[in-house]
Antibody, heavy 119, light 111 residues
Framework: QITLKESGPTLVKPTQTLTLTCTFS??????????VGWIRQPPGKALEWLAL???????RYSTSLRSRLTITKDTSKKQVVLTMTNMDPVDTATYYC???????????WGQGTLVTVSS | QSVLTQPPSVSGAPGQRVSISCAGS?????????VHWYQQLPGTAPKLLIY???NRPSGVPDRFSGSKSGTSASLAISGLQAEDEADYYC???????????FGTGTKVTVL
């Protein structure tokens, strides 16, 4: 079955760079039409889409965060990595990675990881 | 801020039918991009409830249904149950943003 799990620091300082890893199983990111995305949710607030990487290494980013985000994949390790630069307290959120079959419907989600930005 | 607007909350008694609206624009729902719906129970990750406007993944009860018209979409829950108390989000693709967008979210309360 398909599973995803996020990992990374739980606490980062303002101005630091956040690196999150999504380790997945049950599918291959080399299969046509398979993509992995990142979504975040500040405490008590709505979901916000951040980035998506396609099976063919194409990438899409949130317009408002494009300058701060980088998404990459390591198909042999079955991992997708998201980096976000210049972290700020407003970036405090639960960060999720999720699988989509190409129609942008996220059908499998990781459990999420809470990242707090504080000095 | 989100470009898909939902009512902050809706409520209903057990057994009743409730509906959640998702208002978009000509660059997302109105551009004929699919709308998907998610249910998020407290403290858990979102779960795909409806995909492609009106399709239910395996295991989702047929009490949940989705529709789309013009620049808006709706999620209906019939035969409301206590376990349906959760937050619900719509999602679509936006051509002007070249990416996905989520709705503002709606909290469903079962009275």
């Amino acid at each position: 079955q398909i599973t995803l799990k996020e990992s990374g620091p739980t606490l980062v300082k303002p101005t630091q760079t956040l690196t999150l890893t999504c380790t997945f199983s049950g599918f291959s990111l080399t299969t046509s039409g398979v993509h992995v995305g990142w979504i975040r949710q500040p405490p008590g607030k709505a979901l916000e889409w951040l980035a998506l990487i396609y099976w063919d290494d194409g990438k899409r980013y949130s317009t408002s965060l494009r300058s701060r985000l980088t998404i990459t994949k390591d198909t042999s390790k079955k991992q997708v990595v998201l980096t976000m630069t210049n972290m700020d307290p407003v970036d405090t959120a639960t960060y999720y990675c999720a699988h989509t079959g190409g129609d942008w419907a996220f059908d499998y989600w990781g459990q999420g990881t809470l990242v707090t930005v504080s000095s | 801020q989100s470009v898909l607007t939902q009512p902050p909350s809706v409520s209903g008694a057990p057994g009743q039918r409730v509906s959640i609206s998702c208002a978009g624009s000509s660059s997302n729902i109105g551009a004929d991009y699919d709308v998907h719906w998610y249910q998020q129970l407290p403290g858990t990750a979102p779960k795909l409830l409806i995909y492609g406007n009106s399709n239910r993944p395996s295991g989702v009860p047929d009490r949940f249904s989705g529709s789309k018209s013009g620049t808006s979409a709706s999620l209906a829950i019939s035969g409301l149950q206590a376990e349906d108390e959760a937050d619900y989000y719509c999602q679509s693709y936006d051509s002007s943003l070249s990416g996905s967008v989520f709705g503002t979210g709606t909290k469903v309360t079962v009275l």
